[in-house]
């Protein structure tokens, strides 16, 4: 038996701005409900459960959606353009190939959703919970995800330029060959984090905490990495040149083959780093700590 709240619904846009005006509730029960393909422009549903509902190739371009449910939701290729998401909950929703682009998911809870291939461009993700959510190879572009949790999210092949990620937790994440250029990750927590072959130059990662993380030829070039945290750290092979280390600590991290030419090492601490065939040529050392380091030419340090 349909609902009345989904026999107005499927009227369209109008008919439920109308009815809903006349409604005391304003949790209104759309749970399971079939949605797919309704273009539902504007439409305000906020506070509504549409928790395991089918909502794929919907348009709720524009729509409120404010503290509404899509738990367990189907939403794949959905338009949510400019949407107004704040404190949704949409925990283990399935919105793949979803459009995103300009909505506010703030303080959303998405906690191990299916975001993979989606286009998520200047979405404003400011302390959204995403652990262990999977957006691999979807498009960031311009997003804000500052204090976001991103703990064991799948972020592999992302696109993230110019993002930022200041405060963010990315522990024991998937960054995998991620795109991450020029961002800006002040203060962000990478612990155990997968960072290979991931690109990251030219970003701001000061006071950064790397420990544990795998950075196995990962583009570091021309990066404020000052007062970072890399202890035990694997940056095998990693790019590095140009690089500002200062104050950064790399005690017992990992940096064979590394390139190292041309860093800021002003009172950075390799102390027990493997640093062999790693290329020094033409740094600053200022006061650097090579204690017990095995150094470039095999030799360790006293």
């Known amino acids: 038996m349909v609902s009345p709240a989904l026999s107005v619904l499927q009227q369209g846009t109008l008919a439920w701005h ?6 005391t509730a ?3 029960d759309l749970r399971q409900a079939d949605l797919q393909g309704l273009n539902l422009r504007g439409i305000d549903l906020s506070h ?8 794929s190739n919907s348009r709720l371009i524009a729509a409120d959606l404010t503290k509404a449910n899509l738990s367990g939701a189907f939403g794949e290729e959905m338009h949510l353009g400019e ?5 949704l909950h949409g925990s283990n929703g399935h919105f793949s190939h979803s459009y995103f682009v300009g909505a506010d998911l703030s303080f959303a809870c998405l906690i191990g959703a299916d975001l993979r291939y989606c286009s998520l461009e200047n979405v404003n993700f400011f302390r959204t919970n995403l652990i262990g959510a999977n957006l691999r190879c979807s498009s960031l572009v311009g997003a804000n995800l500052t204090e976001t949790q991103l703990r064991r999210a799948n972020l592999s092949e992302t696109d993230l330029n110019e993002v930022s ?4 937790d990315l522990s024991q994440a998937n960054l995998f060959e991620a795109e991450l250029a020029r961002g800006q990750l002040y203060k962000a927590q990478l612990i155990g984090t997968n960072l290979t072959r991931a690109h990251l130059h030219h970003s701001y990662l000061m006071r950064a905490n790397f420990t544990g993380a795998t950075l196995r030829h990962t583009d570091l070039r021309w990066s404020n990495l000052t007062h970072a945290k890399l202890l035990g750290s694997n940056l095998q092979g990693a790019k590095l040149r140009g690089a ?4 950064s600590d790399f005690t017992g991290a990992n940096l064979t083959k590394a390139n190292l030419r041309g860093c800021q090492l002003r009172g950075t601490n390799f102390q027990n ?17 090579f204690q017990g380091a095995i150094m470039p030419n095999g030799d360790r340090h006293p």
């Open 18 to 23: 109308r009815w809903r005006q006349t409604q």
């Open 26 to 28: 304003i949790a209104l």
């Open 48 to 55: 509504c459960d549409l928790s395991q509902s089918q909502l």
């Open 83 to 87: 949407a107004n998401l704040q404190y």
């Open 165 to 168: 990620l200041n405060e963010t």
């Open 244 to 247: 500002d280390l200062s104050f």
């Open 273 to 289: 780093a493997n640093l062999t065939g790693a290329n020094f040529e033409e740094v600053s050392l200022g006061q650097a700590n």
